[in-house]
Structure formats: C-alpha cells, structure tokens
C-alpha cells in the first residue's frame, strides 16, 4: 500500500510527483539534504563547476581547500575523500587494520554502516556473526564482533578483548533509536581503546555536520581517531568523506612528503582509489555546503534542532492526550515515528501521511532543512495529528480522549460511538441479558469455550 512516487520536480520543502500531487518532503534523500532542494547557493555553484568543467583524474584545486574546511569543522587534521558513506566505511576499517595490523573489528546490533558485506550482520548471544542479506558469505563477517550498544557487558567484553581489536566502530546515535545517546558508555569506550592502541570509529554519515558542526563528537565530547562522513556535506552531490588524525590517515598515501628535497612517503600505505572520487561536482557542492555553514555557525544547527524538538513535542503531547502509544523520537534534526507496542496495523500511518501530503518512507528516520518554515512543520504536526486520531477512531491503534466524530459523537479506541448503546464497546462483543433481566456487553471467554464473559464497562 505504501506506493513510491515518481516525481520530476522540487523546490525548498516540497516535491512533485508525475501526477502533481505535492508533498512536503521529511525523507529529505535520506538525511543528505539540510538545506532544502535546489538551494539557490548550491546551484550556483555546480552550475559555475559545470561550465568550468568536470575533469577526473588529475588533481582538482577544490580537493585541498575543501578537505581543509572539513578539517576544520570536523577537528581533524587530514581528510580524504570518496563517492559514499559505504565506501568511507570501509576505508576506515582498512586503514584501522592497517596501522594496528589487527583483523577484529567491533560494531553493534541495531547500527547501519552502509552496504559493504562486513557491515550487513547481526551478532548472537555466543558473539557469533552472521550475515543479514542473502548473497554474503559467512566468511565476510568473521572477523566482525557485534555487541550490544551502550551496555555495561558490552563495556565489559570490550575492554577484556581491546588489546587484540583494530576499531571499536559506533554509530554513536543509532537513526533507528533516535532516544538513545549513550554518552557515558562512549567516553568510556573512548578510554579503553586509547589504553589499548585500538582506534574508535565514529560512523557520522548521519549525524556529521547535522548535528552539530563538529557532529555527534562535539556533542558526547569524544574525540575519535577516525569520522566517516558522507550525506549533508556533499550538497546533494554523492560524497563520502573519512577525516581523523593524521597518523591513520598518512595510511592512504604514506604522508607528508615534499618535491625535490629528498623526503618519501614514510608509513605503510593501503590501498583506497575510485574513478569518480574527488568528482568536481561534489567538491564543488561541498565548498558551497561548508562555506554555508561556517558563514552561519552553529546557530544552524541550533534552528533545526530546536524546531525537530518542537514539532516531536507537539505530536507526543497530542498523542500522550489521546493515550495513543506513539513518539516521535529526535537526536538534532532527525526524528523517527515509533509505536511504544507492537501493533499489527501500526504502520498504515505511512500511507496516511503519504495520502496528507507528506513524503515519508516506511521505516526510516525524518529529517528537517532550513527550507521548513514555521507553516510547513505546523502542517507536518497537523498531518500527524490527523493521521494518529484517524488511525484510532478506526480501531487500528488503541488510543481515545478528546476525538470526536463528525457527528460530534465521542469514540472510543475502535471507532465505536461510546454514547451509542447499540454499538459493542469492543469488536466481538454480543448484547446479552444480565442475571438481573438488564442488557449487558458480553465476550468468549477464550478459556471456556461456548461461554462469555461479563464486561464491566464504566
Ligand atoms: C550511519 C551510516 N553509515 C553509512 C551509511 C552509508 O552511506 P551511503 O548510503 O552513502 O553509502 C549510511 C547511510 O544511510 C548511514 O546512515
């Protein structure tokens, strides 16, 4: 039910399907857009690229003046760069094997690193790995240790077996669990792998410039050997970005080393190319991204933030109103819609939403751009409201209070009329007689067979 829709337009907050249909975007290309689509600053400057030209190969002028900004922004003091969070991934992965000469790599159930084999798995309780898609070997993930996020064993198992780990790899806010920022657990690990010679990899291809400028390690206060980073900065452009210290970055081309006086790359380098990486475009996006951000601070983010803390307040205090077991969970300007229970039906809100105008995926996280005005998130808020009330006065999800249908009549959770005695007060119920001679709501009594039970309704 939950259609895709095709579309051949966008502009700020909105895009246009082929049939016309608009919609106020919150999908926003999985998190790489904060600045709404067809920014006016970004065009320009791809548009400006594209007349100069869009050589690959040689090196571009834009590369060392971009990675520099990155640097700067991110606190690192190298950077290089790739066409995707995935490929950031695992060039981080390679370049902490690679110094440490250790194979095992840490990560955690319920992370998301992108699509490379070693990343798609899951751990079991016996802290065996398995692939989780068809077409991956077994063998890929075996020198992969997942464990659960943010707990004291985990801390525990990490630091028994730190000294023979390459990485312990977070996503240090899982976008799947919005509400759980573990900073405690994460200074902690930051600790133990320091004490260990083992690198701690923050996977920021979410939270790296959205966040917070400095992403999710400004906002735990720890500072990782190695960021991947990827979405955001690349402006709409494909980008994957991996910056840290410069004794693990010299491993992807040996170092500083200068012409002509006799110096050569000095450390052991890996390997870490692609056609397409330093592509013009995206070097030309990303400049205008990170002037754009340094030229506004960190009141940027800020804006964002505060307005994803408004619009999940004024959704969870209505759903909290109506008892519906509803949230939507937010870290900076990404927010997710989770039901507190599990329940059947519970996802029909995602063709809701779609059906109000609201451009959402089943499943994956929203997020905010300076392109939502004050009217676009109080329509996103509206939508949710209509949504979640529609969805309980239909009996999809359990929730009631001040809804009213359009007779005025008060429902209940099920969508009956709760001042309509002739209506069951739940599905199934039968009109019976009371011991007494009066009228009363009755159930099967599942243990019993061809007998009922009494509701006490008050
Ligand atoms: C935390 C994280 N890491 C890595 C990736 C992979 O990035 P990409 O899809 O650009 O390969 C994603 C993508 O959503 C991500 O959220």
Redesign the pocket.
Known sequence: MIYQPVVNRSLGSRIWDIDGNEYVDVLNG??SNMFGHNPPFIVEAISEQLKRGYELGPQHELAGEVAKMICELTNSDRAGFCN????A?LGAMRIARTVTGRSTIISFNG?????NDEVILRGTKKFKSVPAAAGIMPESVQNMLVLDYGTPESLEIIRQRAHEIAAVMV?PVQ?RRADFHPKAFLQEVRKITSDNGCLLIF?E??TGFRTLPGGAQQYFDVKADIG?Y??VVGGGMPI?VIAGKKEYMDALDGGFWQYGDGSVPEIGVTYFAGTFVRHPFALAAAKAVLLHMKEKGQALQEHLNGNTAWLAKEVNDFAASLNIPFHLVHFGSLFKPKYDIDLPNADLIYLLLRQKGIHIYDGFPCFLTEAHSREDIEFIIRMFKEALSELADAGFIPGFGNNTSSNGASMNGNGQKQNDATLPPVPGALLGKNPDGTQGWFVPDPARPGKYLKLMLN
């Open positions: 999985f998190g995707t969070g995935s490929e991934v992370s998301y690193h992108g699509i996503e976008s996977d291809v979410i991947t990827g979405k994957g």
